[in-house]
């Protein structure tokens, strides 16, 4: 792994002119520094303008009622339109996904909205109910396929595989519930097949605040070896809290002490996640 700190000083390029100053800590393994360009927020700020302009969208935020907007939107994108984005999607998905390190400029945002697109495309709860239902695949089988789906759509090489994710889930039951039964919850970028190796963390919840600081106290990176990650860090949320966690990325991975189940939930608005009823699937394992 190799630190880079990267220093860029750039103008919005639309309405009035605008500076950031973007300071970058980046950790990177060597396959994902490749994707990287010198000019790389200058071609995202164009890429979100051109966002904004095939999607009808005046401003670019990730509140709720923004993203609610942008959903709304997609369904009504002729097919032209949405292969704009698409074609967009696989030409900066990378570069977008590594500048959403940044605290300042509109890069984490715009990869929220990035991500909406890729949930909708690629449309998680059919594609396991075909796979596991109609194909007879098991569960492994099924996150590998969908995870090649999801590469097709952002133009990376697979690094990740359903058995990264199983492993990784079975050594945080064996190591933390063997004597308890309170819940740990995957979700975001890695059960969602776009983590890269040794650069990508690992977005993971609790709801226990004794589990946690057990898990602080753990050399979590050594114990999850079996996809190197940058970080492993939990947090504590409430059980009402583990919906909207599908609200981005619609696979969530709920580990028990006696079992796992993976949750594949539908594209619904916030107002659904927040009031629970928005529809998913689970798969038993």
């Avoid at 696989?90 to 509109?106: F, I, R, S, T």
């Avoid at 999850?224 to 990650?229: G, R, Y």
């Amino acid at each position: 792994m190799k630190r880079m700190i990267l220093i860029f000083t750039l103008m919005l390029l639309s309405g009035a002119a605008q500076a950031y100053q973007l300071t970058c800590n980046w950790v990177f393994s060597e396959q994902v520094e490749i994707f990287l360009h010198p000019n790389s927020p200058q071609r995202i700020l164009k890429a979100i303008e051109k966002y904004k302009k095939i999607m009808g969208i005046a401003e670019l935020t990730h509140k709720p009622h923004s993203l609610d907007e942008a959903k709304t939107r997609l369904q009504d994108l002729s097919p032209a339109k949405k292969q704009q984005l698409l074609n967009m999607i696989a030409e900066h998905y990378n570069e977008v996904k590594a500048l959403k390190y940044n605290n300042d400029g509109p890069f984490k945002t715009f990869k929220r909205h990035i991500d909406l697109i890729i949930s909708q495309e690629i449309n998680a709860p059919q594609f396991f109910r075909e796979q596991i239902y109609e194909k007879g695949r098991s569960l492994e089988e099924t996150l590998d396929a969908y995870y090649a789906k999801v590469q097709e759509v952002i133009q990376i090489p697979v690094l990740l595989k359903g058995e990264d994710v199983l492993f990784t889930a079975l050594r945080l039951q064996d190591k933390f519930l063997k004597h308890s039964d309170k819940p740990i919850v995957i979700y975001g970028s890695f059960i969602n097949g776009k983590a890269y190796s040794k650069s990508s963390d690992l977005d993971f919840a609790v709801m226990n605040a004794n589990l946690e600081t057990k898990m602080r106290e753990t050399d979590m990176l050594s114990l999850l070896s079996d996809f190197p990650l940058s970080e492993a860090q939990a947090h504590v949320i409430s059980p009402n809290q583990v919906h909207g966690l599908g609200s981005m990325n619609p696979l969530v991975l709920i580990i028990r002490k006696d079992y796992m189940v993976l949750r594949v939930y539908e594209n619904g608005l916030s107002s659904e996640f927040k009031s629970k009823n928005v529809k998913f699937d689970e798969f038993y394992f």
